[in-house]
């Protein structure tokens, strides 16, 4: 990452802070999920997500379930619209149902 990059980032950052996962509301806001594992945070995989108002949480591509807790959210500013919610949940249900067999 060079100079250039990281500041950016950081203004980014900045703008656009980390929020708690209580904060979420399931309106079709599009965000960018913070996971945590053994070692810290990361935010190495750049996939946006929704809340669904069953709670669950949804990787918009490739359409999935996600599976893992976050322990952060921050909004991307945009919503997506109930017609594509229910498109990308029907297309996740589809995935994990040829997965199991």
Excluded at 20 to 31: L, N, R, V, Y
Excluded at 42 to 55: I, K, T, V
Aim: with cysteine.
């Amino acid at each position: 990452m060079t100079i250039a990059e990281r500041k950016a980032k950081e203004a980014y950052d900045r703008v656009n802070p980390w929020r708690s996962m209580q904060e979420a509301k399931a309106d079709g806001t599009i965000c960018e999920l913070l996971f945590s594992d053994m070692v810290g945070c990361f935010d190495a995989e750049q996939h946006r997500y929704f809340l669904d108002n069953s709670g669950d949480w949804y990787c918009i591509d490739p359409p999935g379930r996600v599976q893992r807790p976050a322990t952060s959210w921050r909004p991307a500013w945009v919503k997506i619209t109930p017609e594509r919610r229910i498109l990308i949940k029907t297309k996740s249900e589809r995935k994990s149902s040829w997965a199991t067999l």
